[in-house]
T-cell receptor, first 112, second 114 residues
Framework: DGGITQSPKYLFRKEGQNVTLSCEQN?????MYWYRQDPGQGLRLIYY???????QKGDIAEGYSVSREKKESFPLTVTSAQKNPTAFYLC???????????FGSGTRLTVV | AQKVTQAQTEISVVEKEDVTLDCVYE???????LFWYKQPPSGELVFLIR??????QNEISGRYSWNFQKSTSSFNFTITASQVVDSAVYFC???????????FGAGTTVTVRA
């Protein structure tokens, strides 16, 4: 079945480390997105990509980086510059927006 | 820039009461899409409905109904005869046709007590 796979489900990071969250889709969707959700808050857009080898900053891109080398994959790196990375991260994809968005099951990142 | 406002942070009701969640949006685009998602405690987002800007028909799906009014830029969601299983966070979202960027409201936490 087609869908989005996010891994790992839980991730622990030490202060000062970079970590990479994986997002893979087999839906042949062109656009992919990363969102961050803090407890009791909404989803904020970190980065998005509409085509391979191109991506744009969202509302809270500082301290994060992405790449889009393949259509199926949109990994998110949380760098040491992100001062408060503990959050729930959701990846999404869409073919053309109007067709709807598919979300992964999320990665819960905790800084220890 | 597009913006979605869900003014209600939390709503608590007793089972079988009706619940209406408000959503107001801002956009400069004439073609856009509105969504409602449910987020249970597990964290996954469950798609509920999609509506495009040219379709102002209200929709009913079981106990769920949606009222889309372009004149007031609102897309409200009603749960009729609420049940405990309806307890979740509900998000309203907007995407514009030119870039497909999906923007969310802050969400409304609905608690249904038995």
């Amino acid at each position: 079945d087609g869908g989005i796979t996010q891994s790992p489900k839980y991730l622990f990071r030490k202060e000062g480390q970079n970590v990479t969250l994986s997002c893979e889709q087999n839906l042949n969707h062109d656009a992919m997105y990363w969102y961050r959700q803090d407890p009791g808050q909404g989803l904020r857009l970190i980065y998005y990509s509409q085509i391979v080898n191109d991506f744009q900053k969202g509302d809270i891109a500082e301290g994060y980086s992405v790449s889009r080398e393949k259509k199926e994959s949109f990994p998110l790196t949380v760098t040491s510059a992100q001062k408060n990375p503990t959050a729930f991260y959701l990846c999404a994809s869409t073919l053309r927006g109007k067709d709807g968005y598919t979300f992964g099951s999320g990665t819960r990142l905790t800084v220890v | 820039a597009q913006k979605v406002t869900q003014a209600q942070t939390e709503i608590s009701v007793v089972e079988k009461e009706d619940v209406t969640l408000d959503c107001v949006y801002e956009t400069r685009d004439t073609t856009y899409y509105l969504f409602w998602y449910k987020q249970p405690p597990s964290g996954e987002l469950v798609f509920l409905i999609r509506r495009n800007s040219f379709d102002e028909q209200n929709e009913i799906s079981g106990r769920y109904s949606w009222n889309f009014q372009k004149s007031t830029s609102s897309f409200n969601f009603t749960i009729t005869a609420s049940q405990v299983v309806d307890s979740a966070v509900y998000f309203c979202a907007l995407s514009e046709a030119y870039d497909y960027k999906l923007s969310f409201g802050a969400g409304t936490t609905v608690t249904v007590r038995a």
